[in-house]
């Protein structure tokens, strides 16, 4: 079963049958999705936040620059990882021209806290809460939690000044035959610090686990939830 279904229980039939389709991923069913779209905006909150996001290229998380009209990937894969956890990938890479930025997350369902929890980054160094809401019109919210910071021994809760909480909403325009999705990210000192938004459109191919590109999986796997 998919862990976005886990989690969201008889509500996931309150989705739009094409957000209930890509948010449907398990590894039942070997399939995998890539959109392909324009991200209208990508912004941040200017010079104040600048080192952060420097920081954040170094894992695939977040990054410094902005613009309009940014051409946008993402792929979706389903594997088990290598504790037998069902995982979904998710690799978001935009083409600032001279420069591909990438946004990469790894999500599970804590059977223990009965929550998606998502390892941001590519060395799942931070992992966060994510609370997903199946909407009355069928599009999705989800809302982040606390973060917290594994590496070897050390585990502990992220600062409020370096942690971030996410807002996203994703919907399916029928007419357009596109998803549209926004995502901002807000720091309780400096307010919205990153975020964007835009629309794609997706292709669901079979894929076998053999065959998942190794980018689409994390650079190390952290066992703690």
């Not at 992220?158 to 007419?175: D, Q, R, T, W």
């Not at 835009?198 to 980018?215: R, T």
Request: aromatic letters at 14%; glycine letters at 8%; hydrophobic letters at 35%.
């Amino acid at each position: 079963m998919s862990i976005y279904k886990k989690f969201l229980g008889s509500n996931f039939e309150k989705l739009h049958p094409k957000l209930q389709q890509r948010y449907g991923l398990s590894t039942e069913r070997e399939i995998f999705i890539k959109g392909t779209g324009i991200m209208t905006e990508v912004r941040n909150a200017g010079i104040h936040v600048m080192p952060f996001l420097h920081m954040g290229t170094a894992s695939n998380l977040m990054f410094p620059e902005t613009g309009t009209n940014i051409p946008f990937t993402i792929e979706n894969y389903c594997y088990k990882d290598s504790y037998g956890r069902e995982t979904v990938s998710w690799t978001r890479k935009f083409d600032f021209g001279n420069k591909i930025r990438r946004f990469d997350e790894t999500m599970i369902y804590s059977e223990k806290q009965k929550v998606i929890r998502s390892y941001l980054g590519n060395k799942q160094h931070l992992v966060a809460t994510l609370h997903y809401k199946a909407n009355d019109d069928g599009s999705l919210s989800i809302h982040s939690g606390p973060q917290h910071f594994y590496e070897d021994q050390i585990n502990f809760n992220m600062p409020g000044l370096f942690s971030g909480i996410a807002e996203v909403h994703e919907s399916y325009n029928e007419k357009e035959d596109l998803f549209h999705i926004s995502i901002q990210v807000r720091n309780k000192t400096f307010g919205a610090i990153f975020g964007y938004k835009g629309f794609f459109k997706a292709e669901f191919k079979n894929v076998e686990a053999k065959n998942i590109p190794a980018y689409a999986k994390p650079l190390r796997e952290e066992i703690r939830e």
